[in-house]
């Protein structure tokens, strides 16, 4: 079993819709969770931060942590063509397998918005 | 404000040479990390400098070697290039390092081909 599990899609919705993507993992020790957007040859862009289990809220992006099972998720509401993009997880805790500043990724899901 | 800015942008390099990526945090950051992306992956943890001392290292071969300046710049130096060293490069700056690591902001990369 993988760390972090990502369905790498592709996902495909119409402009508008609500987009759910999710995140599953193995190691509880994990503390502080991530949400990234990568543009086609472009480095990640962080779009949200959480600390622990709850929800945070910014703009259309809701996410979620839910440490018990051990799964994260991140919404889209009115969801744009220029969302278009592969969405990351990522997810790190102190001193996690002995290398500190190690944040582990999923592999990614590919979204596109259609018009 | 100026974000992380890696350079070079893209880079050729023929299989057993040498080379040296760039990147400089956004200002007041002072911890470094280093990633490698392959193509469907998402990224790998290669080095994490904080406060010009190494804090982690990923499971890469010791081809990989990488240094912080005083002004908290960074270099990672891959010698003796093989093929699978082709990847996209990521730098991410944070505020705190260590096992305060928590949000990273990345650069756009360096795309390294190796032929």
């Known amino acids: 079993q993988k760390e972090v599990e990502q369905d790498p899609g592709p996902l495909s919705v119409p402009e508008g819709a609500i987009v759910s993507l999710n995140c599953t993992y193995s190691n509880s020790a994990f503390q502080y969770f991530m949400w990234y957007r990568q543009y086609s040859r472009k480095g990640p862009e962080l779009l949200m931060y959480?600390?622990?289990?709850g929800n945070k809220e910014d703009g259309r992006f809701t996410a979620q942590v839910d440490k018990s099972s051990k799964y994260i998720s991140l919404f889209i509401r009115d969801s744009q063509p220029s969302d278009s993009a592969t969405y990351l997880c990522a997810m790190s805790g102190p001193n996690y397998g002995g290398s500190q500043g190690n944040l582990i990724f999923g592999k990614g899901t590919k979204l596109s918005v259609k018009p | 404000d100026a974000g992380v800015t890696q350079s070079p942008t893209h880079l050729i390099k023929t299989r057993g040479q040498h080379v040296t990526l760039r990147c400089s945090p956004i200002?007041?950051?002072?911890?470094v990390s280093w990633y490698q992306q392959v193509l469907g992956q998402g990224p790998q943890f290669i080095f994490q400098?904080?406060?010009?001392?190494?804090?982690g290292r990923g499971n890469f071969p010791d081809r990989f070697s990488a240094r912080q300046f005083p002004n908290y710049s960074s270099e990672l130096n891959v010698n003796a290039l093989l093929l699978g060293d082709s990847a996209l490069y990521l730098c991410a700056s944070s505020p705190r390092g260590g096992d305060r690591t928590t949000e990273a902001f990345f650069g756009q990369g360096t795309r390294l081909t190796v032929v």
């Open positions: 959480t600390y622990s289990s």
């Open positions: 400098y904080y406060e010009k001392e190494e804090r």
């Open positions: 200002s007041g950051h002072k911890s």
